[in-house]
């Protein structure tokens, strides 16, 4: 990609990596210096919280109001009704409204650590597609809407194609989907004269759709704006762990939890994810990414503090590194790790330690704990646990005791009371 950029936004934007494809350089480009723009990116309320899978993007909006113009969250409490099937394999459950509801609250107070909300005129705003997805009459909308959009060229998506490829069932319900998506750019533009939305790669079928009906119905030029689809330099999507997704919000995963990912990237992707989830200068980014052996740890702990620092606040950060230096240089116990609290019920006459090993998150399974054990991974206060058999009792558990998988994964285990 050879185009140089004029808008501070799409200079950042391309410096940083966040850029996949765009739909119009020139055309956003020069839109971008005439005034604040507003942009926007949508969410469906499927969990009660966002993952480290949605920071890329939220880092985007944050880009976008530091360079002067307005980002919009636009919460799915529409579309979340319908879901999403780009890429998917299977129909998402279908959620109720009180739970779409409550998913959005829990996803509202992630964007509040990234975003300026307000009245001022490049402050963000938080909008809920149902405002006019709801109350669509079903024949004017077909009449409308509905006459604007090939079947033939819907089918010809790749995130359709691929399921239709495998065999699997594409429902009619899904198959709405990019359409009620199309017109919420549509609409984005008439009430809020919105000229761009932005998304991961994935979704770029969906929102060159968005921009033909806005150009078909109402005659206004918008753009799209894509990122990559991030994965790990050993080939994993972003964001999941062997635990499960990495949430954002802190009564999901612990802000230490959250901080030792990081703290765990692999050495090749340091470079890349300090211009990505930090704004630490792109030189800074590249010097710390290019340090070699163990220097680059140094790397590791500056992105994983910027990182939380931007989510959960600079005390939270500092304390995540005291306890990971606490835990990994003195081999002590630290204040901040996760932490399972059992009852006495809970204990009864005594617990396996492999049960503690699956109960604490260590392991995913009574299985892979033994598997754990028997190669030496797993410690014991430090030291190693070789007794499969062992089991714990009320006197063991006086004081809290840390068990450990690998040299980078702990957790304590502690009675209740």
Known sequence: MTYTPKSDFIAVMMERGY????????????ALLKGVQPAYIGYDATAQSLHVGHLLNIMMLRWLQKTGHKPITLMGG??????DPSFRSDERPLLGPEQIDANIAGM??????????????????????AEWLDNLNYLEFLRDIGRHFSVN????????????DREQSLSFLEFNYMILQAYDFMELNRRYGCILQMGGSDQWGNIVNGIDLTRRVIDHEVYGLTSPLLTTSDGRKMGKSQGGAIWLNGEML????????????????????????????????????????????????????????????????????????EVFEKGGVGDDLPTLTLSSADLGD???????????????????????????????????LTDAGLM?????????????????????VQLAG
Request: net charge negative; charged share 25%.
């Open 78 to 83: 529409g579309t979340t009704k319908v879901g």
């Open 254 to 325: 612990s802000p230490y939890e959250f901080w030792q990912f990081w703290r765990n990237t692999t050495d090749a992707d340091v470079g890349r994810f300090l211009k990505l989830y930090t704004e630490l200068p792109v030189d800074e980014c590249e010097r710390l990414g290019a340090l070699q052996g163990s220097e680059i740890n140094e790397g590791k702990v500056i992105l994983a503090n910027e990182v939380t620092k931007l989510l959960h606040g600079p005390d939270a950060a500092a304390a995540a590194e005291a306890t990971a230096r």
């Open 108 to 129: 509202k107070k992630v964007f509040a650590n990234y975003l300026t909300y307000g009245e001022g005129e490049n402050d963000a705003i938080m909008l809920n597609n």
């Open 19 to 30: 850029l996949a494809d765009c739909t119009d350089y020139q055309g956003l480009d020069e």
């Open 392 to 412: 714990i009792d009320a006197g063991a558990l006086s004081s809290p005791i840390k068990l450990s998988a690998g040299k980078k994964r702990h957790a304590l």
């Open 153 to 164: 060229r819907m089918l010809s998506f790749e995130s359709v194609k691929s399921r239709l």
């Open 350 to 384: 005594g617990i396996s330690i492999v049960q503690l090993i699956v109960k604490s998150g260590l392991a995913k399974s009574g299985k892979d704990a033994k598997r754990l054990i028997a190669e030496n991974g797993a410690k014991l206060d430090d030291q190693p």
